[in-house]
């Protein structure tokens, strides 16, 4: 069989649930194959227009060259059928790769969950939970972010390649990123607390770029440690009053205004259970006094159901830092952090709202597969991601002193 797109092999730093990822196909209980049309690469496109096999022709038919592509890797898109799946789907399987091989995929179908990019030289992959599969490896599994260098073969030119920005160096870039890794892994504190410490962080680097100083990150990352454990810092955290009813408030709203199509029977199941567990009556309407006692008492019993696996929250976080660069993405560090909280408040109420249904708590699959449902619905859309920081900041929530009663449990 012919090979369109070779491929190069590197040896990538990942986390070890990454190197253990196997796709389950079409035993997946919420396929990534459908609700989401599928970019065709400029390369890809060509090669089907080529193709004259019966099974793969209907599906040349339906794919759309686009007037104005942004890149070669985003130049054509094969839309969706009337069921909300991907045409190319047969019977659970994809009919280009049965008739085609693997090679012929779009480069999105490949990749597809991973993240691969250069980082100062270093290939890195992790992978977008998003995925099910994806995301009770990363959540469940204790060692999931212990982190391996494992060989890997990636398409030639797909490898995304980031370098160090606002004049920092490789070296300092990564004791960045290791530090908020680190501090993610402290448990010794609550997991609202590594949060909160985390834009102390963000936000001291944020304000020195802003002063023009010339204290060193590095300054800043020691000035931080030395607080933490001196207990000064966590004694001012704690002062800090929770706001449960903004909490509700503002994450229920993120939840809400985000146009979502439920594709399969299986997303439907999961977004009825939380809006029962949020407390909405038929036309998705609740008062703020049920919103705001449904969410406290599912934060109660998230706290009981998460005893089993403690690193759970924990694990979404240091996917999120680790695959998005954080904070070296979003223009600068605070927005960066703006981004992390929306998410993580986010997941955080959905996992509420799942633990508030029953009587009984919810098994460990439905609260991976929220996550899973919450990044879907969220986590690959650019534009809305940058709306929810103008909001953040534009309601004045985006102020760190009223963000951190949004992280105060």
Partial sequence: MAILHRTVKLSALMP???????????????????????????????????????????????????????????????????????????????????????????????????????????????????????????????????????????????????????????????????????????????????????????????????????????????????????????????RIEPDHDAQAQVFATLWSIKVFATNTAFQETLTRRIATGLRSDDNGQVSSTALTEAYRRGLQRLDQTLDAVPWFLENYLLNEIFSQLFPFEGGNTYNAYLRLVARFGLVRLLLAAQCNVEDERPLLPTLVSTVALQCRRFQHDATFTENVNHSLRASEWGYFDKLLTLIRT
């Fill in 16 to 238: 070890r649930y990454t190197q253990r990822f196997r796709c389950t196909g079409s035993a997946c209980e919420d396929t990534c194959c459908i609700g989401w049309s599928v970019h065709i690469d400029k390369k890809t496109y060509k090669a089907y227009r080529n193709q004259s096999h019966p099974e793969i022709q209907p599906v040349v038919a339906l794919i759309k060259r686009l007037e104005n592509p942004v890149n070669d890797s985003k130049f054509a898109v094969l839309p969706l059928a009337q069921t909300g799946y991907c045409p190319a789907q047969k019977d659970g399987m994809c009919t280009v790769h049965a008739v085609l091989g693997e090679s012929f995929l779009s480069d999105t179908c490949q990749n597809y969950p991973r993240i691969n990019r250069h980082v100062n030289g270093q290939p890195e992959q992790s992978l977008s939970l998003s995925c099910s599969e994806a995301a009770r490896l990363a959540l469940l599994d204790e060692d999931a972010f212990q982190f391996l260098e494992v060989p890997i073969e990636v398409r030639e030119g797909t490898l995304a390649t980031t370098s160090t920005g606002d004049g920092h160096s490789a070296a300092l870039m990564n004791d960045v990123r290791i530090f908020c890794m680190n501090l993610m892994r402290t448990r010794e504190l609550p997991i609202w607390q590594r949060v909160a410490l985390l834009g102390v962080f963000c936000d001291a680097i944020e304000r020195n770029r802003l002063s023009g100083t010339t204290v060193s990150v590095q300054a800043i990352i020691d000035d931080l440690v030395r607080t933490i454990e001196s207990g000064e810092l966590l004694v001012t955290l704690n």
